[in-house]
């Protein structure tokens, strides 16, 4: 069955950029799914962060869209998160899922990052 | 931006209980809800979609009801898997937003 892994630094320093990648196995990221991240800070609840589409296609939450970019690599069957200019409030989980029309029926497992000098 | 407001935030109750968890949201959103169950260190699982659609594999003590604003989680019978935190979502419009969460908690 379909499987997602994050990877990534678990820490980043204060105003640095934020890079996620997620593997999708099991699976083609080429299938009719729009594949997101949502993130969850300590004790906190979920915000999604965006997603994108196997042809490149994006949407962004805007109150992170000037700093969001994720980018999908076919070749790799994966897709990536990158958010720049972090500062502290930017420590959470973070989640990749799939998406089927705006519902999220599969996650990974999460990966926590830490903002801190 | 819509907002998703749950309640209670924190329910206490027994194995074998009826729960009801409640979610307003801020406009309409016709029937594009979710309902979503995490526990703790673990990533959430889509429990229902379409306001009252049952996830392949979810018991069918989880069902959900309501329309337009006002929205709600039932659990006929409280098992002791079902201790976790339980989160609702719209997918009406960008950006998808959900709730704060209800912890169900063992009384």
């Known amino acids: 069955q379909v499987q997602l892994q994050e990877s990534g630094p678990g820490l980043v320093k204060p105003s640095g950029t934020l890079s996620l990648t997620c593997a999708v196995s099991?699976?083609?990221?080429?299938?009719?799914?729009?594949w997101s991240w949502v993130r969850q800070s300590p004790g906190k609840g979920l915000e999604w962060i965006g997603e994108?589409?196997?042809?490149?296609?994006?949407n962004y939450n805007p109150s992170l869209k000037s700093r969001v970019a994720i980018s999908v690599d076919k070749s790799k069957n994966q897709f990536s998160l990158k958010l720049s200019s972090v500062p502290a409030a930017d420590t959470a989980v973070y989640y990749c899922?799939?998406?089927?029309?705006?519902?999220?029926?599969?996650w990974g497992q999460g990966t926590m990052v830490i903002v801190s000098s | 931006v819509i907002w998703m407001t749950q309640s209670p935030s924190l329910l206490s109750a027994s194995t074998g209980d009826r729960v009801t968890i409640s979610c307003r949201v801020s406009?309409?959103?016709?029937?594009?809800l979710a309902w979503y169950q995490q526990k703790p260190g673990k990533a959430p699982e889509l429990l229902i979609y379409a306001t009252s659609t049952l996830q392949s594999g979810v018991p069918s003590r989880f069902s959900g009801s309501g329309s337009g604003t006002d929205f709600t989680l039932t659990i006929s019978c409280l098992q002791s898997e079902d201790f976790a935190t339980y989160y609702c979502?719209?997918?009406?419009?960008?950006?998808?937003?959900f709730g704060q969460g209800t912890k169900v908690e063992i009384k």
């Open positions: 979502q719209q997918y009406y419009s960008f950006p998808r937003t």
């Open positions: 406009q309409g959103i016709s029937s594009y």
């Open positions: 899922a799939r998406g089927t029309v705006g519902v999220f029926d599969l």
């Open positions: 994108i589409y196997h042809s490149g296609s994006t």
């Open positions: 099991g699976g083609s990221i080429s299938s009719s799914n729009w």
